[in-house]
């Protein structure tokens, strides 16, 4: 079939139907490749090499060979004639390593070949080479701009109906209670309520004073100056004109007026409202400033018992109070007030009392932007720009001010340096109304009065995008009406910025950046598949939002995305082919595509025999395909023309449809020439290649009438190799959590089967095994990793019994949720654990549950250094180092110590029994088995090297302290610790001396009412028989007393 299709049926449609994919290449700054030290001199040399090869040049010796390559290379045209000018792995490698005259780049030589074939045709010539080279440059250009926000090219935009074409003064964003809801506030006090999706849902009127009439229209009405969200007592502020401050509460979907502070000395022109997150009941501060400069503080000592004291009513209007009564409230508010702190109106103020900061802008050009204390009694810094501040927004975590005015000019300053600004940025036309810090990406929002929006990068200081907004106000030589606040940031989800522009809004959606949990997790979706390739030293991971991201297995960073593989189809199986340089996924839908892992190109696009999952496909060499699935058939693919994108299926498999229900598992074991394929019915049958035709039908007992599904099946490719085919097990398959063994010769195919979870009612979804067929690992849905000892099971011809499993060396829980994938790999001759679950992480151990890292997270790790490795830490951020007393010595596990009941895992033994103790751990617990390849004194020896500093550092502190703690209280007695229940309670009684007897002297002198209450004796025998209470007076008290 040609590149373009020339025939157009159904089983195309779906590809047609997708959005296109797109890739994302991701810059690993931190190592140095080898591309990166090519010179010019280096091109130059490599031009004449490709120009003049020819292959017996490296053909002839291993030494002498090379020699005399570079020779001939560096004296071109003598005995060199040209044949096609490519090379091979080797003849490249060779050339290379003659070039560069030194073996340091020997590891990266062949995944130089491997990037540059971008065809897989095992050949490279001088135009692939510089290709490329000039794409890596490309990328590297790119990735060193900085990125752009993911901001819709225009917003959505509504018409404020109800604001009479006046403007709108400040938009604010209520939380509570669900769902989100928006309040516009209009210059003359008409505030608009909308849903998340700008749709008005009600309005409300700001009340005017009470002495206008209703009937003269021409008197002036009241303005709105500003309005501010209080989240802990579920209110809005709303200031105006008349000098007063409206109190509205928004608790529920209707908004009420419920107090009303009026008598203000000055008129409130900017709001700014503070409370403590952690604690909400503690004291929070209202603030304002006004227009003769100065900044009122309004601090509500316990928000949530009450702002104000209230009194009885039975009418409903709002509670008036009079500012100059304001101490009839002290109980409940304090007031303070600083004096002309700017010299014009204040328009904005921002304050942070925990950080003891308060920040005041106006247009005065003496004093433009002031930053002091809450208190008013320490330095102020001052700010002297020309034609002053007109907006100001500051972010603590960066350190960074930055501030707009009449002047078209955004400048960037430190906290602390009121000189000169750290940058200006240029761009505007006009003066700009606002400005505003987005943390998650490092980057300001500014906006003019020309309806123009530009996006600015913090770190290099340029801009990154200018967007004209589109409102229906905006016309051309016509100045345009804003309000005096016209930003809203939510910078939390679900990350909006609105923008208002006279009686219109207009609403845009961001890029939340790398905040939130997303920097934990791998995916933003579950994971379908992850696989390692050895070649390329990488790992590749799918997820269920057809995502497919491409990782180093060395440091675990990011090295290519492709997003959109099937469309929006779920990713539901993935292999490498034979050379390890294409990657084939298949979806939910049926498609199958096939892609060059080093660029990310689509190479072909295989035909869909029906709108059904496809659950496996399988590498054949000669660059075959098959693939199975919910069709019930195997479907072959020819992929050997690179220039062929849409690929063919052949039906042409000679046994024909033989499983009558979905296959959802299959392998090849290429040693013997086999396929094993199983169904949902229970059902294996093994194939022959040659044939294609069945082997043997392989069925579960025949007692149990209902048949689990086999969810996997693994070939051990090792023993296929060997002799031990012949009379012992070779295929693995996973039936409801038991693990059962399977021989292809002899009567009797089953060899074995036990159960893998620790936990009842669990399926094995992953299994893998070394390149040895020593190590069996097992991957459960309830999260949990096994490593099985497989080097003595399963070999001989009878049959195991049904209790006999082999040895478990560990067994730990490693992720929240079904384990979708496990696989053994070796890098740098150490042998690692990749799993992959639906809980969106993908996750590097040691073979012996030692945690490396996951894949996505900031902090980078180094396989060559173990103290990299997140050694002391489960994959939930748990930190945690338990030592255990074995005989004399001692054994380190790392992970959390609780654990939970149920069956557990236990101690492999010999004979395969499983010796029942406490269920796994939870989180990340290892235990420990009773084969341990290195020793309990070399694996100590090396997890205590591998402690980090900080780690080290906190141990010594937790010592020093429980020393102190010792020291203090001495010993505990555990004998005299109150129990209840067999349990001891928290109070626990401290070992304190015994009482000793002391005995009173026998001439002790009595007192008078001693004598008077018939007391003779002060030994126990004459106090026992003393009355019990006695009845005195006050007089004979005193005279007891004197």
């Given at each position: 079939?040609?590149?373009?299709?020339?025939?157009?049926?159904?089983?195309?449609?779906?590809?047609?139907?997708?959005?296109?994919?797109?890739?994302?290449?991701?810059?690993?700054?931190?190592?140095?490749?080898?591309?990166?030290?090519?010179?010019?001199?280096?091109?130059?040399?490599?031009?004449?090499?490709?120009?003049?090869?020819?292959?017996?040049?490296?053909?002839?010796?291993?030494?002498?060979?090379?020699?005399?390559?570079?020779?001939?290379?560096?004296?071109?045209?003598?005995?060199?004639?040209?044949?096609?000018?490519?090379?091979?792995?080797?003849?490249?490698?060779?050339?290379?390593?003659?070039?560069?005259?030194?073996?340091?780049?020997?590891?990266?030589?062949?995944?130089?070949?491997?990037?540059?074939?971008?065809?897989?045709?095992?050949?490279?010539?001088?135009?692939?080479?510089?290709?490329?080279?000039?794409?890596?440059?490309?990328?590297?250009?790119?990735?060193?701009?900085?990125?752009?926000?993911?901001?819709?090219?225009?917003?959505?935009?509504?018409?404020?109906?109800?604001?009479?074409?006046?403007?709108?003064?400040?938009?604010?964003?209520?939380?509570?209670?669900?769902?989100?809801?928006?309040?516009?506030?209009?210059?003359?006090?008409?505030?608009?309520?909308?849903?998340?999706?700008?749709?008005?849902?009600?309005?409300?009127?700001?009340?005017?004073?009470?002495?206008?009439?209703?009937?003269?229209?021409?008197?002036?009405?009241?303005?709105?100056?500003?309005?501010?969200?209080?989240?802990?007592?579920?209110?809005?502020?709303?200031?105006?004109?008349?000098?007063?401050?409206?109190?509205?509460?928004?608790?529920?979907?209707?908004?009420?007026?419920?107090?009303?502070?009026?008598?203000?000395?000055?008129?409130?022109?900017?709001?700014?409202?503070?409370?403590?997150?952690?604690?909400?009941?503690?004291?929070?501060?209202?603030?304002?400033?006004?227009?003769?400069?100065?900044?009122?503080?309004?601090?509500?000592?316990?928000?949530?018992?009450?702002?104000?004291?209230?009194?009885?009513?039975?009418?409903?209007?709002?509670?008036?109070?009079?500012?100059?009564?304001?101490?009839?409230?002290?109980?409940?508010?304090?007031?303070?007030?600083?004096?002309?702190?700017?010299?014009?109106?204040?328009?904005?103020?921002?304050?942070?009392?925990?950080?003891?900061?308060?920040?005041?802008?106006?247009?005065?050009?003496?004093?433009?932007?002031?930053?002091?204390?809450?208190?008013?009694?320490?330095?102020?810094?001052?700010?002297?720009?020309?034609?002053?501040?007109?907006?100001?927004?500051?972010?603590?975590?960066?350190?960074?001010?930055?501030?707009?005015?009449?002047?078209?000019?955004?400048?960037?300053?430190?906290?602390?340096?009121?000189?000169?600004?750290?940058?200006?940025?240029?761009?505007?036309?006009?003066?700009?109304?606002?400005?505003?810090?987005?943390?998650?990406?490092?980057?300001?929002?500014?906006?003019?009065?020309?309806?123009?929006?530009?996006?600015?990068?913090?770190?290099?200081?340029?801009?990154?995008?200018?967007?004209?907004?589109?409102?229906?106000?905006?016309?051309?030589?016509?100045?345009?009406?804003?309000?005096?606040?016209?930003?809203?940031?939510?910078?939390?989800?679900?990350?909006?910025?609105?923008?208002?522009?006279?009686?219109?809004?207009?609403?845009?959606?961001?890029?939340?950046?790398?905040?939130?949990?997303?920097?934990?997790?791998?995916?933003?979706?579950?994971?379908?598949?992850?696989?390692?390739?050895?070649?390329?030293?990488?790992?590749?991971?799918?997820?269920?939002?057809?995502?497919?991201?491409?990782?180093?297995?060395?440091?675990?960073?990011?090295?290519?995305?492709?997003?959109?593989?099937?469309?929006?189809?779920?990713?539901?199986?993935?292999?490498?082919?034979?050379?390890?340089?294409?990657?084939?996924?298949?979806?939910?839908?049926?498609?199958?595509?096939?892609?060059?892992?080093?660029?990310?190109?689509?190479?072909?696009?295989?035909?869909?025999?029906?709108?059904?999952?496809?659950?496996?496909?399988?590498?054949?060499?000669?660059?075959?395909?098959?693939?199975?699935?919910?069709?019930?058939?195997?479907?072959?693919?020819?992929?050997?023309?690179?220039?062929?994108?849409?690929?063919?299926?052949?039906?042409?498999?000679?046994?024909?449809?033989?499983?009558?229900?979905?296959?959802?598992?299959?392998?090849?074991?290429?040693?013997?020439?086999?396929?094993?394929?199983?169904?949902?019915?229970?059902?294996?049958?093994?194939?022959?290649?040659?044939?294609?035709?069945?082997?043997?039908?392989?069925?579960?007992?025949?007692?149990?009438?209902v048949q689990p599904p086999v969810d996997k099946l693994l070939f051990l490719q090792q023993r296929a190799r060997g002799g031990q085919w012949r009379t012992g097990a070779l295929l693995v398959s996973s039936e409801a959590g038991h693990l059962c063994w399977w021989s292809i010769v002899g009567p009797e195919h089953k060899h074995g089967c036990f159960y893998a979870p620790q936990t009842a009612d669990e399926c094995v979804l992953g299994l893998n095994s070394d390149q040895d067929n020593r190590l069996l690992v097992s991957g459960d849905t309830a999260g949990s990793i096994q490593v099985w000892d497989i080097s003595q099971f399963g070999l001989g011809a009878e049959k195991q019994s049904s209790t006999d499993q082999p040895p478990l060396l560990h067994c730990w829980r490693a992720h929240d949720s079904t384990l979708v994938s496990v696989e053994l790999l070796t890098f740098n001759d150490q042998l690692f654990l990749l799993s992959a679950s639906t809980d969106q992480t993908a996750r590097l151990w040691c073979w012996d549950g030692q945690y490396v890292g996951f894949f996505g997270?900031?902090?980078?790790?180094?396989?060559?250094?173990?103290?990299?490795?997140?050694?002391?830490?489960?994959?939930?951020?748990?930190?945690?180092?338990?030592?255990?007393?074995?005989?004399?010595?001692?054994?380190?596990?790392?992970?959390?110590?609780?654990?939970?009941?149920?069956?557990?895992?236990?101690?492999?033994?010999?004979?395969?029994?499983?010796?029942?103790?406490?269920?796994?751990?939870?989180?990340?617990?290892?235990?420990?088995?009773?084969?341990?390849?290195?020793?309990?004194?070399?694996?100590?020896?090396?997890?205590?090297?591998?402690?980090?500093?900080?780690?080290?550092?906190?141990?010594?502190?937790?010592?020093?302290?429980?020393?102190?703690?010792?020291?203090?209280?001495?010993?505990?007695?555990?004998?005299?610790?109150?129990?209840?229940?067999?349990?001891?309670?928290?109070?626990?009684?401290?070992?304190?001396?015994?009482?000793?007897?002391?005995?009173?002297?026998?001439?002790?002198?009595?007192?008078?009412?001693?004598?008077?209450?018939?007391?003779?004796?002060?030994?126990?025998?004459?106090?026992?028989?003393?009355?019990?209470?006695?009845?005195?007076?006050?007089?004979?008290?005193?005279?007891?007393?004197?």
């Open positions: 079939m040609c590149d373009v299709r020339k025939c157009k049926d159904s089983s195309w449609n779906a590809y047609e139907r997708e959005p296109p994919s797109f890739i994302t290449r991701h810059n690993q700054g931190q190592n140095v490749h080898l591309e990166d030290e090519l010179h010019l001199e280096h091109l130059l040399l490599l031009r004449e090499a490709f120009d003049n090869h020819a292959p017996s040049a490296v053909a002839s010796g291993p030494a002498g060979g090379v020699e005399e390559l570079v020779r001939r290379v560096r004296r071109p045209g003598r005995g060199f004639t040209r044949q096609e000018g490519r090379m091979n792995s080797e003849e490249f490698q060779a050339a290379l390593r003659a070039l560069l005259g030194s073996e340091r780049w020997d590891s990266q030589t062949e995944q130089l070949f491997n990037k540059v074939d971008a065809s897989c045709n095992g050949y490279v010539d001088w135009d692939k080479l510089c290709s490329y080279l000039l794409l890596q440059h490309r990328e590297k250009e790119f990735a060193a701009r900085p990125r752009d926000s993911v901001l819709s090219s225009q917003p959505l935009v509504r018409h404020c109906v109800h604001n009479k074409q006046e403007t709108t003064t400040r938009v604010l964003a209520v939380t509570h209670p669900l769902p989100l809801r928006f309040f516009s506030v209009s210059k003359q006090g008409t505030m608009t309520i909308w849903d998340s999706n700008l749709d008005i849902l009600r309005t409300h009127e700001v009340p005017g004073d009470s002495s206008e009439s209703h009937g003269d229209r021409r008197k002036f009405r009241k303005w709105t100056t500003d309005a501010v969200y209080m989240p802990n007592v579920h209110k809005i502020a709303v200031t105006t004109t008349s000098r007063d401050i409206h109190f509205f509460d928004v608790s529920t979907s209707k908004c009420f007026e419920e107090f009303h502070l009026f008598g203000i000395k000055n008129v409130p022109t900017s709001l700014c409202y503070w409370y403590d997150d952690k604690s909400p009941g503690h004291r929070s501060v209202l603030l304002w400033g006004d227009d003769s400069g100065g900044v009122s503080l309004l601090w509500f000592l316990h928000p949530q018992k009450g702002m104000f004291e209230t009194t009885f009513s039975n009418n409903n209007r709002p509670q008036k109070i009079f500012m100059h009564d304001i101490c009839n409230h002290s109980r409940l508010v304090s007031y303070q007030m600083a004096h002309r702190i700017h010299e014009d109106p204040v328009n904005r103020v921002i304050c942070d009392p925990q950080a003891d900061l308060l920040i005041t802008s106006s247009t005065s050009a003496t004093t433009s932007v002031v930053i002091t204390d809450i208190s008013f009694k320490k330095k102020c810094y001052i700010w002297k720009i020309n034609k002053g501040v007109t907006c100001f927004d500051f972010c603590k975590p960066l350190n960074l001010l930055v501030t707009a005015g009449m002047d078209p000019a955004v400048r960037l300053w430190n906290q602390y340096v009121t000189s000169r600004p750290m940058a200006t940025l240029h761009g505007h036309c006009t003066t700009v109304l606002d400005v505003v810090i987005y943390k998650a990406m490092g980057q300001i929002f500014s906006y003019s009065k020309d309806a123009v929006l530009k996006v600015w990068d913090v770190p290099s200081q340029s801009c990154l995008r200018s967007l004209l907004l589109k409102f229906p106000c905006v016309q051309a030589g016509r100045p345009l009406e804003h309000g005096n606040f016209p930003f809203l940031l939510l910078s939390a989800v679900p990350h909006m910025l609105l923008v208002s522009c006279r009686d219109y809004l207009g609403l845009l959606h961001l890029d939340r950046g790398d905040s939130g949990r997303a920097g934990c997790l791998t995916h933003s979706a579950p994971i379908s598949s992850a696989l390692y390739n050895p070649i390329l030293k990488q790992v590749a991971t799918g997820c269920d939002d057809s995502t497919v991201c491409l990782w180093d297995v060395e440091t675990g960073a990011k090295c290519l995305q492709l997003s959109n593989v099937h469309g929006k189809e779920e990713i539901t199986c993935m292999t490498f082919d034979l050379s390890y340089r294409r990657l084939i996924t298949g979806a939910r839908n049926g498609t199958i595509k096939v892609w060059n892992v080093i660029n990310g190109q689509n190479l072909h696009k295989l035909e869909a025999i029906a709108e059904a999952e496809v659950t496996g496909v399988i590498c054949l060499p000669d660059n075959k395909l098959l693939a199975v699935g919910w069709s019930q058939q195997i479907t072959q693919y020819n992929i050997t023309d690179p220039n062929v994108v849409y690929i063919q299926a052949d039906l042409s498999w000679k046994s024909g449809q033989v499983h009558k229900e979905d296959i959802l598992a299959a392998d090849l074991c290429s040693a013997r020439g086999l396929l094993a394929t199983a169904s949902f019915d229970g059902e294996i049958i093994i194939w022959t290649l040659e044939t294609q035709r069945p082997l043997l039908h392989i069925h579960r007992a025949s007692n149990i009438r997270q900031d902090q980078k790790w180094n396989l060559h250094d173990p103290t990299t490795y997140q050694l002391l830490r489960d994959p939930w951020g748990n930190c945690k180092v338990a030592v255990e007393e074995v005989g004399s010595g001692s054994r380190q596990s790392y992970g959390c110590e609780d654990q939970g009941p149920g069956k557990a895992a236990a101690t492999g033994e010999s004979h395969g029994s499983r010796t029942q103790t406490s269920s796994p751990p939870k989180h990340g617990m290892i235990l420990e088995g009773s084969i341990n390849p290195q020793g309990d004194s070399h694996q100590t020896a090396n997890k205590t090297a591998a402690l980090r500093p900080q780690v080290s550092q906190d141990l010594q502190k937790r010592r020093a302290a429980r020393q102190e703690r010792r020291l203090a209280f001495r010993s505990i007695d555990a004998s005299k610790m109150s129990r209840v229940s067999g349990v001891c309670t928290p109070f626990q009684a401290l070992a304190m001396q015994e009482c000793k007897e002391f005995q009173l002297p026998r001439d002790l002198p009595m007192s008078t009412w001693m004598l008077r209450q018939g007391l003779r004796s002060i030994l126990e025998t004459g106090l026992g028989s003393s009355p019990q209470s006695t009845c005195s007076s006050s007089t004979e008290r005193a005279e007891d007393v004197v």
